[in-house]
């Protein structure tokens, strides 16, 4: 169904969203801008693709934006979900960024990590110069024009140069019946020589009724840094997720992106890669699995703008039932990225007949002595391989089920929290068996496998290290 109403969402609410955080002029007029892009573009702006608009429509209108401070207890909202050796983690409940905890020697390294409107009061210079040279710009894309019109919450991580973080940054978002649509942004801004590696973990612990997550992330990354970001996406299927991710990569820069999507009824997601200097290297893996409904609705990009730069998009995924996805891709080679090397592909396994998975990758190539392929495929499980464990005494199902974790794994492989692993490689099981799993905990843990992650093991108040609330 086409979009049909605007709901909440007017020029009234963006003055409003801005007024309730006391945002300096400059960042309404910034906002008022990008809901003008937004009221006035189409779900899709390329030609390619306006014919599968279809896939990832809805009604804006039937969700809420409510400007009422939500009162959130950290004990409440995450009990189950910690386990009371989390480090370096940022806790947001709904809208509400509860608790920012760091190792005390990545904070005397000088990592800042700030809401994003402690940011914007904090550093004001800065911020502004961002988002004077927003990357993921609201000319570009409808409901990135939305979040950046009404985000209402969002995370600044700032990494100094030659900083190390040894750890992940783990964020850990957690919905609860909200009151109103999650609007995110995420701005990660790693300088020159530093190395970074961020975790986004999204739960739902339970919703009596749809609801909207959205969310933005930026990756500005310095000369020669290394930044590593993760998404892993297990909110339930009353959810609608949207997700642009935009990122910057100079000159002997490297940054690795990996998303998993596995909840939500409709996902639907943007992720550009815009290398920008000589030695630039970029990797993006994302791996989604439907069933039922659900539809998915995945867009990649690769954009070479200078030479001897190095880039990979691996997406797959698996469809049961009667869900849907369609993976849209594009290497973009400019006239000036000579000896660029690019590679694009998109995998898809169906389980049932009535499960679709479409795959549209391109090549737009401006220059010569450059290297760019792309491959997409969409089959069933390969016959050959059930026989194989067949033949080694597994059951039919159980072969199968290990062929989709082991389709998976090479992703999954990437993310840098063994907890985190474990809780996607329990939910794809339990999609396989048509469970709906959501509590990823050492319980939940235990009696699946019998054993727990050493990075689980619980103290005796699971909530000792999370004691401080956030405004």
């Given at each position: ?53 279809g ?29 009371g050796?989390?480090?370096?983690v ?14 005390e ?5 000088g ?34 024009a ?9 995370t ?8 190390e ?54 990756v ?8 590593d ?28 992106i ?22 630039a ?8 699995f ?21 880039a ?5 995924g ?84 290990m ?28 999609k396989?068996r048509?469970?709906?799993?959501r ?22 108040d ?10």
């Amino acid at each position: 169904m086409a979009q049909q109403t605007m709901g909440s969402f007017t020029e009234a609410a963006v003055e409003e969203t801005s007024k309730s955080h006391g945002e300096p002029e400059w960042l309404r007029e910034f906002r008022l801008e990008s809901f003008r892009q937004f009221a006035k573009l189409p779900l899709e702006i390329s030609p390619l693709y306006t014919k599968y608009t279809g896939l990832s429509s809805f009604d804006i209108g039937q969700f809420p934006l409510d400007h009422t401070p939500e009162s959130i207890d950290l004990r409440t909202h995450f009990e189950g979900y910690l386990t009371g050796r989390e480090t370096n983690v940022i806790l947001q409940g709904n809208t509400r960024t509860i608790h920012i905890d760091l190792d005390e020697s990545v904070a005397k390294g000088g990592l800042e990590v700030l809401g994003i409107n402690e940011a914007i009061s904090k550093n004001p210079g800065l911020m502004k110069e961002i988002f004077a040279n927003k990357l993921v710009k609201s000319e570009r894309e409808k409901y990135a024009a939305f979040n950046n019109a009404f985000f209402n919450t969002g995370t600044f991580i700032h990494v100094p140069r030659g900083l190390e973080v040894a750890s992940p940054i783990r964020k850990i978002q957690l919905v609860r019946n909200p009151t109103t649509s999650i609007i995110d942004q995420t701005i990660i801004y790693a300088e020159e020589q530093s190395r970074v590696n961020f975790l986004e973990e999204l739960y739902t612990r339970e919703s009596a009724r749809p609801y909207l997550l959205s969310s933005v992330t930026e990756v500005r990354a310095g000369p020669a840094s290394t930044v590593d970001a993760s998404t892993l996406q297990f909110l339930d299927e009353r959810a609608v997720y949207l997700s642009n991710k935009e990122v910057d990569a100079p000159k002997d820069s490297k940054v690795n992106i990996t998303s998993i999507f596995l909840g939500s009824s409709i996902t639907r997601s943007r992720l550009n890669f815009d290398l920008n200097g000589r030695g630039a290297n970029v990797d993006g893996f994302e791996v989604f699995f439907c069933n039922g409904k659900q539809r998915f609705d995945l867009e990649s990009n690769l954009n070479h703008n200078s030479p001897d730069t190095t880039a990979a998009i691996h997406a797959r995924g698996v469809l049961k039932d009667e869900s849907q996805s369609i993976f849209k891709g594009m290497i973009k080679i400019n006239h000036v990225a000579k000896n660029s090397n690019s590679y694009l592909a998109h995998h898809a396994m169906l389980l049932d007949k009535r499960a679709r998975s479409d795959g549209i990758p391109g090549l737009d190539i401006d220059t010569n002595e450059v290297k760019a392929t792309h491959s997409a495929s969409v089959a069933q499980v390969d016959e050959e391989q059930v026989f194989y464990l067949e033949a080694r005494g597994l059951p039919e199902d159980e072969a199968k089920k290990m062929i989709i974790v082991g389709f998976f794994e090479p992703v999954i492989s990437r993310v840098p929290v063994e907890m985190a692993r474990e809780g996607a490689k329990f939910i794809i099981e339990g999609k396989w068996r048509g469970e709906r799993r959501r509590l990823v905990d050492r319980e939940t843990l235990m009696a699946i496998t019998g054993e727990a992650p050493v990075d689980v093991r619980q103290s005796s108040d699971v909530f000792e290290r999370h004691y401080k609330y956030r405004a």
